[in-house]
């Protein structure tokens, strides 16, 4: 059993928890995922980490209600218990790896659109642990909706909050503000957005166009975690590719993001997954037995 130690609402919907979980603690870095499972019956939830304390043997995440296991999670408090906390899954960010003396040299942007801001800060923090301030965009509908503002002010170079409606921030999506960016002189290397799939989809649009390399996590459309349900199968550049076991992270402009978007419509009734199964062949994977 993995015991919550600080459980709390961020947002409407959107909620917070420290788990005591050693064992991922000590092996996990920033990209990487959790399944979680309340009990022995319940629904497994793929999560990306927010944050880990290696000497407290802790992770946190953060989760949006979505459906019937996120809203028994939300009803969790400290002292509770996960009956599953199995991870770290996927592969981490690719910068964890590079050469810390070329990656001070490069000039980050971080985009993160509503519930995206949770998988962007532990990168942030990361980077700013080893001497590198990275500036962040973070998105969100409304002031009401806005999360981890002043965590994340507290590691990112220069923070920049934007509300689709103007109540905070600046107004606007978060494309406007990458395009104010630019036209205001700044220069950047490479971008990593993190979000809803339509607002990753735009944002790689624009970069493209800037011909500013972009990496995207496709967290949002991953349901077992393992590569046997299919359900996060993607086309990257000419390859199927599955964001549990090949990323999360991709390169944003080989993205087939109108295909992915669809597929998932499609996924969602048994129709749909039979379709796909018949569609998509030895490339589908149907282990979910859905299928």
Known sequence: ??????????????????VEAKRVAKACNPGQFVIVRTDEQSERIPLTICDYDREKGTVTIVFQIVGAATQFMSELKAGDSFHDFVGPLGCPSEFVKEDLEKLKKKKMLFVAGGVG??????????????????????????????ILEEEMKAVA??????????????????????????????????????GPMIMMKFVCKLTKELELPT??????????GTGMCGACRVTVGDKVKFA???????DGHLVNFDEAMQR????????????????EGDTHHGGCGNC
Request: with cysteine.
């Open 244 to 250: 549990c076991v090949d990323g999360p992270e991709f």
């Open 264 to 279: 998932q419509q499609i996924y969602k009734t048994e129709e749909g997954r039979a379709f796909l199964k018949a569609k």
């Open 157 to 194: 170079g220069n923070l920049y909050v934007t509300t689709d409606d103007g109540s905070y921030g600046r107004s606007g999506m978060v494309t406007q503000t990458i395009s104010d960016l630019v036209k205001e002189g700044n220069h950047y290397d490479v971008c990593v957005a993190i």
């Open 215 to 224: 990496i995207v996590s496709l967290n949002p459309i991953m349901v077992d």
């Open 1 to 18: 059993m993995y015991k919550i130690l600080e459980a709390k609402e961020l947002a409407a919907n959107i909620f917070y928890m420290v």
């Open 117 to 146: 801001t949770a998988p962007v800060y532990p990168q942030v923090k990361w980077l700013h642990e080893h001497g590198i301030a990275a500036d962040v965009i973070v998105g969100a509908k409304t002031k009401d909706l806005l």
